[in-house]
């Protein structure tokens, strides 16, 4: 009997081209496990040896999990459940919920998530944290009042909300937005354009690298994050990592990152409220200070080595279940 690293399998409905979260996911993860694991990333598993199967998405890897669970009845297999999948299609989706049911380890990325999932399955579930690493925030307390928002538009995120409480704010606030991410809609594209024309405070970049992003992230007074359904958004940690406070709607996936009391939600949807709630935090040196401190306090939580633990011990219990008669003995991370 041979022993050897443990093959891991991460199926990612997303690739590097993608430039969105899972894909920043199953990247992290990857060079989290390298080390310890032959580890390749996959659009869809196409059969090839796995010890394990990690799947994000139930809806978009549902194939993938379905085929390697027929394949592969006793392998482990994880689910990494995604916004859309804790607060939409596994109650409405029969290709969601039968990957959730294939799945012997379920993976939530925020606190919160975890009461989404049916009673059921929350005793084969647990929260891996998303991490980012630090930067450094450029220190200026110079006017206009730099906010940023990183997000490709889409309807989950709703970039509509923030279009819209633009046109509610005064011309001559001391505020400036700056806008992130690939038109994934082409209405919400036009309509980002529109709101360029219409507000001179508003400016939409499109798409930008990773790198491009997290610099505008670490240069602005807050970010704001207004998505209406969420996992566990990686933008967040990286603004809290970065130093900088967060207005986000109040959704699970916001409360699961930044806490019940944090200070600086807005309900979903609401553009009037976003709009007080940015000129409030340009105005208010106290309230943006104390939301600062309440997002620093949270700041421990995302460091890559508290992800790398928890990562590695998901796949460690995932092998101690790897029972295969006459396997090659397969080597327990470290």
Same mark, same amino acid.
């Given at each position: 009997?041979?022993?050897?690293?443990?093959?891991?399998?991460?199926?990612?409905?997303?690739?590097?081209?993608?430039?969105?979260?899972?894909?920043?996911?199953?990247?992290?993860?990857?060079?989290?496990?390298?080390?310890?694991?032959?580890?390749?990333?996959? !659009?869809?598993?196409?059969?090839?040896?796995?010890?394990?199967?990690?799947?994000?998405?139930?809806?978009?890897?549902?194939?993938?999990?379905?085929?390697?669970?027929?394949?592969?009845?006793?392998?482990?297999?994880?689910?990494?459940?995604?916004?859309?999948?804790?607060?939409?299609?596994?109650?409405?989706?029969?290709?969601?919920?039968?990957?959730?049911?294939?799945?012997?380890?379920?993976?939530?990325?925020?606190?919160?998530?975890?009461?989404? !999932?049916?009673?059921?399955?929350?005793?084969?579930?647990?929260?891996?944290?998303?991490?980012?690493?630090?930067?450094?925030?450029?220190?200026?307390?110079?006017?206009?009042?730099?906010?940023?928002?990183?997000?490709?538009?889409?309807?989950?995120?709703?970039?509509?909300?923030?279009?819209?409480?633009?046109?509610?704010?005064?011309?001559?606030?001391?505020?400036?937005?700056?806008?992130?991410?690939?038109?994934?809609?082409?209405?919400?594209?036009?309509?980002?354009?529109?709101?360029?024309?219409?507000?001179?405070?508003?400016?939409?970049?499109?798409?930008?690298?990773?790198?491009?992003?997290?610099?505008?992230?670490?240069?602005?007074?807050?970010?704001?994050?207004?998505?209406?359904?969420?996992?566990?958004?990686?933008?967040?940690?990286?603004?809290?990592?970065?130093?900088?406070?967060?207005?986000?709607?109040?959704?699970?996936?916001?409360?699961?990152?930044?806490?019940?009391?944090?200070?600086?939600?807005?309900?979903?949807?609401?553009?009037?409220?976003?709009?007080?709630?940015?000129?409030?935090?340009?105005?208010?040196?106290?309230?943006?200070?104390?939301?600062?401190?309440?997002?620093?306090?949270?700041?421990?939580?995302?460091?890559?080595?508290?992800?790398?633990?928890?990562?590695?011990?998901?796949?460690?219990?995932?092998?101690?279940?790897?029972?295969?008669?006459?396997?090659?003995?397969?080597?327990?991370?470290?």
């Amino acid at each position: 009997m041979v022993s050897r690293r443990p093959r891991v399998c991460i199926v990612s409905p997303a690739l590097a081209d993608a430039n969105n979260g899972n894909w920043h996911t199953a990247s992290r993860w990857q060079k989290f496990l390298a080390p310890v694991a032959d580890v390749q990333i996959v !659009l869809a598993w196409n059969g090839a040896p796995a010890d394990v199967l990690i799947a994000l998405h139930a809806r978009r890897s549902a194939d993938s999990i379905e085929r390697f669970a027929a394949a592969h009845p006793r392998a482990p297999l994880a689910l990494v459940m995604t916004g859309t999948d804790l607060y939409r299609d596994i109650r409405t989706e029969a290709l969601a919920q039968h990957a959730l049911q294939c799945a012997s380890h379920v993976v939530v990325l925020q606190d919160e998530g975890l009461t989404a !999932l049916p009673a059921e399955v929350r005793a084969r579930a647990r929260v891996i944290v998303q991490s980012a690493t630090k930067l450094v925030r450029r220190a200026s307390s110079t006017r206009p009042f730099e906010l940023v928002a990183v997000g490709h538009l889409r309807e989950e995120k709703d970039p509509a909300t923030l279009m819209a409480a633009m046109r509610l704010l005064p011309a001559d606030s001391a505020l400036r937005i700056t806008h992130i991410g690939k038109a994934l809609d082409p209405m919400l594209g036009t309509l980002a354009q529109q709101t360029m024309q219409a507000c001179p405070l508003y400016r939409w970049l499109g798409p930008l690298p990773r790198t491009s992003a997290r610099r505008h992230i670490a240069q602005a007074h807050a970010l704001i994050h207004m998505s209406r359904m969420e996992g566990g958004a990686n933008v967040v940690i990286e603004a809290i990592r970065c130093g900088v406070p967060v207005l986000a709607s109040r959704i699970d996936g916001n409360v699961g990152l930044l806490g019940a009391n944090y200070g600086g939600y807005f309900p979903v949807g609401d553009a009037s409220a976003l709009a007080r709630l940015m000129q409030r935090a340009a105005s208010d040196e106290t309230f943006i200070t104390h939301l600062r401190a309440q997002c620093a306090l949270r700041e421990p939580r995302f460091t890559p080595a508290t992800e790398r633990a928890a990562v590695r011990a998901l796949l460690a219990d995932m092998l101690a279940l790897h029972t295969s008669p006459g396997a090659d003995t397969i080597a327990a991370p470290q």
